[in-house]
């Protein structure tokens, strides 16, 4: 009995052991599934936090689309509205271009029947106020517009000329009955007044051409500048003295002015200008040889020539064209 007692009692031991040890373990597991499971309630918990950052931010982005889509239809009306706005603008442009050019075209008949209807004044032909109207440097884009109004006014002018890339105008000139003079080849003063053989030579060399277009050799002539001018002294000194004796040994009569239009005073002076220079210059005399310029640049020389021809009919002036035996309009002799 005793042993069977110690025996039981050993069991007995072994099972409260077994329990303890049962308990144990059962505890230690529930506390590690108890952690897991407050892991899992914090990821929870922050996962529901970031889902309603997300539900903010589905909310706020479908919100965006919705007022984007509310801007395009707004921009597409305005696109809308813009293009029938510039329909309309272009089809008032068309309109207005319509218009202008009828009306145009009305000017442009109304103006022609002025200029068919118009009738030039009475040229003097006779009387003792003589004008020579002269033009240098051509010939140029303006030579037939300034002979049709020659031609209009029935008015002859000399044109001393220069070796330009326009030289078969030189025959309209010849054949309108207008005076042709030789003024400069090159139109370089550097090499034209830089010694007597030079510019005898650039002489000639226009001579030359004038004759082959016109069948006419010319003797009248114009310093480019003048027979004083002071620019040729920079190259020569002394060579204007020298040359205004020379040409007339070598059977050349020269020319200068004694009413200048003003023309070459600047790029493109005023009509106005240069028709007020000539008429005022006029008034004090009786036979005047006017300077203007027959270059492409000169359009206004071109509007101001019928103004100034009428100006000097009603101040009694006839036209003429320079001869050799023509009054010499040369300036006062400078040392240069």
Same mark, same amino acid.
């Given at each position: 009995?005793?042993?069977?007692?110690?025996?039981?009692?050993?069991?007995?031991?072994?099972?409260?052991?077994?329990?303890?040890?049962?308990?144990?373990?059962?505890?230690?597991?529930?506390?590690?599934?108890?952690?897991?499971?407050? !892991?899992?309630?914090?990821?929870? &918990? %922050?996962? #529901? /936090? +970031?889902?309603? @950052? =997300?539900?903010?931010?589905?909310?706020?982005?479908?919100?965006?689309?919705?007022?984007?889509?509310? !801007?395009?239809?707004?921009?597409? &009306? %305005?696109? #809308? /509205? +813009?293009?029938? @706005? =510039?329909?309309?603008?272009?089809?008032?442009?068309?309109?207005?271009?319509?218009?202008?050019?009828?009306?145009?075209?009305?000017?442009?008949?109304?103006?022609? /029947?002025?200029?068919?209807?118009?009738?030039?004044?009475?040229?003097?032909?006779?009387?003792?106020?003589?004008?020579?109207?002269?033009?240098?440097?051509?010939?140029?884009?303006?030579t037939l517009e300034i002979l049709e109004i020659l031609r209009r006014y029935g008015v002859k002018a000399t044109f001393?000329?220069?070796?330009?890339?326009?030289?078969?105008?030189?025959?309209?000139?010849?054949?309108?009955?207008?005076?042709?003079?030789?003024?400069?080849?090159?139109?370089?003063?550097?090499?034209?007044?830089?010694?007597?053989?030079?510019?005898?030579?650039?002489l000639q060399a226009i001579s030359n051409i004038v004759e082959a277009k016109t069948g006419v050799k010319t003797n009248?002539?114009?310093?480019?500048?003048?027979?004083?001018?002071?620019?040729?002294?920079?190259?020569?000194?002394?060579?204007?003295?020298q040359l205004v004796t020379e040409v007339q040994n070598r059977g050349y009569y020269y020319f200068d002015w004694n009413?200048?239009?003003?023309?070459?005073?600047?790029?493109?002076?005023?009509?106005?200008?240069?028709?007020?220079?000539?008429?005022?210059?006029?008034?004090?005399?009786?036979?005047?040889?006017?300077?203007?310029?027959?270059?492409?640049?000169?359009?206004?020389?071109?509007?101001?020539?019928?103004?100034?021809?009428?100006?000097?009919?009603?101040?009694?002036?006839?036209?003429?064209?320079?001869?050799?035996?023509?009054?010499?309009?040369?300036?006062?002799?400078?040392?240069?």
């Amino acid at each position: 009995m005793g042993v069977s007692k110690k025996l039981s009692n050993i069991i007995f031991v072994s099972v409260i052991v077994l329990l303890v040890a049962a308990l144990v373990c059962s505890s230690l597991v529930i506390l590690k599934k108890n952690s897991q499971i407050s !892991e899992m309630n914090e990821e929870i &918990s %922050q996962n #529901e /936090t +970031e889902i309603k @950052e =997300k539900d903010e931010k589905i909310a706020g982005l479908e919100t965006d689309i919705a007022n984007s889509n509310a !801007e395009k239809e707004q921009i597409k &009306s %305005q696109l #809308e /509205t +813009e293009q029938n @706005e =510039k329909t309309r603008l272009e089809q008032e442009n068309s309109n207005l271009k319509a218009e202008i050019e009828q009306l145009r075209n009305k000017a442009n008949k109304g103006a022609q /029947t002025a200029v068919n209807n118009y009738a030039p004044p009475v040229i003097p032909t006779t009387g003792n106020k003589v004008c020579y109207l002269t033009f240098d440097d051509g010939p140029s884009d303006r030579t037939l517009e300034i002979l049709e109004i020659l031609r209009r006014y029935g008015v002859k002018a000399t044109f001393f000329v220069t070796n330009t890339s326009k030289t078969d105008y030189l025959i309209n000139v010849h054949n309108e009955g207008h005076a042709i003079g030789l003024h400069t080849a090159s139109h370089r003063y550097e090499q034209i007044y830089s010694s007597l053989d030079n510019y005898f030579a650039d002489l000639q060399a226009i001579s030359n051409i004038v004759e082959a277009k016109t069948g006419v050799k010319t003797n009248i002539m114009r310093f480019p500048g003048g027979s004083n001018n002071a620019v040729s002294a920079r190259h020569c000194s002394g060579i204007m003295t020298q040359l205004v004796t020379e040409v007339q040994n070598r059977g050349y009569y020269y020319f200068d002015w004694n009413v200048d239009s003003q023309d070459a005073s600047g790029t493109s002076p005023s009509y106005t200008k240069i028709v007020n220079s000539v008429l005022a210059q006029a008034n004090t005399k009786n036979e005047i040889c006017v300077l203007m310029h027959d270059a492409s640049a000169k359009r206004t020389t071109v509007q101001a020539l019928p103004r100034i021809i009428e100006g000097l009919a009603q101040r009694g002036f006839r036209f003429e064209t320079l001869k050799p035996e023509s009054p010499g309009f040369r300036f006062a002799k400078l040392n240069n």
